[in-house]
Nanobody, 115 residues
Framework: QVKLVESGGGLVQSGGSLRLSCAASGSIASINAMGWYRQPPGKQRELVATISTDGNTAYADSVKGRFTISNNNAKNAIYLQMSSLKPEDTAVYYC?????????WGQGTQVTVSS
């Protein structure tokens, strides 16, 4: 079992920045990769960014150049630095951890970008 706890969401104006954090606990050694997903109002959950245990990253086209995913293996945590935020970035952001044949989700944190 892996438990994920997100923090750092909130309300920000367009063009602003926010930093999300996700702390993992439990069977940490089984994690292959972690990432951030988001679910805008009325839409399906979508990939934002992923990071493997060796630091390889991948981003959705919509956030490239604005968002940065990073990890701190010593703290069993990942982060999402979000800059130049747009109203269309408004969503519930979820932390995800991938293990062999399964994946885990956090409870989500709301990010609201006002225009």
């Amino acid at each position: 079992q892996v438990k994920l706890v997100e923090s750092g969401g909130g309300l920000v104006q367009s063009g602003g920045s926010l930093r999300l954090s996700c702390a993992a606990s439990g069977s940490i050694a089984s994690i292959n990769a972690m990432g951030w997903y988001r679910q805008p109002p009325g839409k399906q959950r979508e990939l934002v960014a992923t990071i493997s245990t060796d630091g390889n990253t991948a981003y959705a086209d919509s956030v490239k150049g604005r968002f940065t995913i990073s990890n701190n293996n010593a703290k069993n945590a990942i982060y999402l630095q979000m800059s130049s935020l747009k109203p269309e970035d408004t969503a519930v952001y979820y932390c995800n951890a991938q293990v062999p044949l399964w994946y885990y989700w956090g409870q989500g944190t709301q990010v609201t970008v006002s225009s």
